[in-house]
């Protein structure tokens, strides 16, 4: 089956410092790979979108990767503040053309 | 409205009540989304409308479930018969286009249903 994996445990990551949180798939190969963050008792909210062709997004502090060899996109935060601490998702649409989440990655940005 | 609004935000209820659960999209978004997130749990795709049809009702978890969506713009989700591990908090989205279009999806904030 067509399997989208996040990192379940937290990452804990000193202010200032960068933040890299995973995302592995398997089984298919996605055309794009979407990125969310969730707060406490919060909808998901879109950070960024990377397609199959492209290598690298930016998007102020947000860089996104997407390597299809390793089936693998990286999320980054650079000079992390603490009002980065979030739940960050991964998605991506399978071939049922059905959005798959992941469960996310529970990011604290330490003071 | 401005984004996607769900209602009510908390809903209690006894075991073996129905509950209906609202979602309003944003306007012009014809592509409507329903998920179930229980704690600790990632987001579970239960249905999704383009306009008015259900084109995947493959997600939903069992006959109890029915999902309805009117004037291709609000929608609600039935749950009938409520089951304790029906509790969980259910998300609704919305986008311009399906799910092929690449668009990123607009999340309300949830209606948290709790089952007696």
């Known amino acids: 089956s067509q399997k989208i994996e996040q990192n379940s445990e937290a990452l804990n990551i000193q202010e200032g410092k960068t933040a890299t949180l995973t995302c592995n798939y398997t089984?298919?190969?996605?055309?794009?790979l979407q990125w969310y963050r969730q707060d406490p008792g919060r909808g998901p909210v879109f950070l960024l979108l990377i397609r199959e062709n492209e290598k690298e997004k930016r998007k102020e502090r947000l860089k996104v990767t997407f390597d299809t060899t390793l089936k693998q996109s990286l999320f980054h935060i650079t000079a992390s503040q603490p009002a980065d601490s979030a739940t960050y998702l991964c998605a991506h649409m399978n071939r049922d053309d059905k959005i798959i989440f992941g469960k996310g990655t529970r990011l604290h940005i330490l003071p | 409205g401005a984004g996607v609004s769900q209602s009510p935000s908390n809903k209690v209820t006894e075991k073996g009540k129905d509950v209906e659960l609202r979602c309003d999209p944003i306007?012009?978004?014809?592509?409507l989304y329903w998920y179930r997130q229980s704690l600790g749990q990632g987001l579970e795709f239960l249905i999704y409308f383009q306009g008015n049809s259900a084109p995947d009702k493959s997600g939903l978890p069992s006959d109890r479930f029915s999902a309805e969506r009117t004037g291709g713009s609000v929608s609600t989700l039935t749950i009938q018969r409520t089951q304790q591990e029906d509790s969980a908090v259910y998300l609704c989205?919305?986008?311009?286009?399906?799910?092929?279009?690449?668009?990123?999806?607009?999340f309300g904030d949830g209606t948290r249903l709790s089952i007696l």
């Open positions: 089984n298919y190969s996605p055309a794009y």
């Open positions: 989205a919305s986008t311009q286009g399906g799910p092929s279009s690449n668009q990123p999806q607009h």
């Open positions: 306007s012009g978004h014809t592509a």
